[in-house]
């Protein structure tokens, strides 16, 4: 059981800090993680490095979101969060920039900014190709810069 609790108490901020950008809802997140935890605990695979353990948990985390944003009824109804603590006016209009963006874009900005993942790194957590996730980097920040510039005029 120590094996388990130090494994959580390793990951579960980052995990939750993951859902949370991809779901944009405390309660979904909580429950995300604790799914993760929850499949860590039956599979009990053996992780090679702590990277190794962290990749997978990750892994886990961003594909049962992406299962939750699949449900028919999900509907994204919150504002942004107090979970996301901010210094100043300009931060918390970036955060919610990026919180207004659709769940693809959400994910990697995440996992590549905040999470300090490569953009091969995330296409292997989301099954897709490099590319894709190059390309969904680009059209985000263009989003985002666009957002931004159409505030301050």
Not at 45 to 51: D, G, L
Not at 83 to 88: A, E, K, V
Not at 127 to 139: A, G, M, P
Request: aromatic share 10%.
């Amino acid at each position: 059981m120590e094996f388990f609790e130090d494994i959580i108490k390793r990951n579960e901020s980052r995990l939750f800090r993951t859902a949370i950008a991809i779901l944009g809802r405390r309660a979904d997140a909580e429950d995300i993680v604790q799914d993760t935890f929850v499949k860590l605990f039956e599979k009990q695979p053996s992780f090679e490095s702590a990277a190794h353990e962290t990749a997978w948990l990750m892994r886990v985390t961003v594909n049962k979101c992406k299962s939750r944003l699949r449900l028919f009824w999900w509907k994204k109804s919150e504002p942004l969060l107090e979970t996301h603590p901010t210094r100043d006016d300009n931060q918390r209009r970036v955060i919610e920039s990026v919180m207004s963006l659709p769940s693809k874009y959400r994910t990697v900005i995440h996992l590549f900014y905040y999470e300090g993942y490569s953009t091969r790194e995330i296409a292997e957590m989301t099954k897709q190709k490099e590319s894709t996730i190059r390309q969904q980097l680009t059209r985000a920040r263009r989003i985002l810069k666009e957002f931004l510039e159409g505030e301050d005029v």
